[in-house]
């Protein structure tokens, strides 16, 4: 896997990954930004929730489940200090479908956290409290 992030002035830069898709990241105008994009950390948020939802739907579809959508909600708190690295993550996933049994959610979601979203379980590595829960609505 390959990226690279290049300086475009003040504290943007433009972010493409090595499948060709770009990004803008900004700073907040105390910073020295224009607040013109998503924060680094805040983008680190997003990948691990983008991962685990990834692997949620996937469980949830290869098990022939009726998903209608899948929300993952993210919360995170961070040190007061430099630097300013994640202490503690949630992820509240609101799962919607026709006839989804919870034991069949929770499932989805305990292997997402603890086999298979490598961003989670890198960060979980690394220090960082990671808590999981999920709802799950009738359509």
Request: proline share 3%; hydrophobic share 45%; aromatic share 6%.
């Amino acid at each position: 896997m390959q990226a690279t992030v290049k300086w475009v002035d003040g504290m943007m830069f433009l972010g493409e990954s090595g499948s060709g898709h770009t990004v803008v990241m900004d700073g907040p105008p105390d910073h020295g930004g224009r607040n013109m994009g998503i924060r680094p950390m805040e983008m680190l948020l997003l990948g691990m929730g983008g991962c685990s939802s990834f692997d949620v739907v996937q469980i949830l579809q290869k098990g022939r489940n009726e998903l209608v959508s899948c929300v993952a909600q993210l919360s995170a708190e961070r040190v007061d200090a430099i630097p300013s690295v994640f202490s503690k993550i949630h992820i509240h996933f609101v799962i919607s479908g026709r006839d989804l049994k919870n034991a069949v959610v929770e499932r989805a979601v305990k292997l997402s956290a603890e086999k298979y979203c490598s961003a989670s379980i890198m960060l979980a590595n690394a220090g960082v409290e990671i808590t999981h829960d999920f709802e799950v609505i009738e359509v």
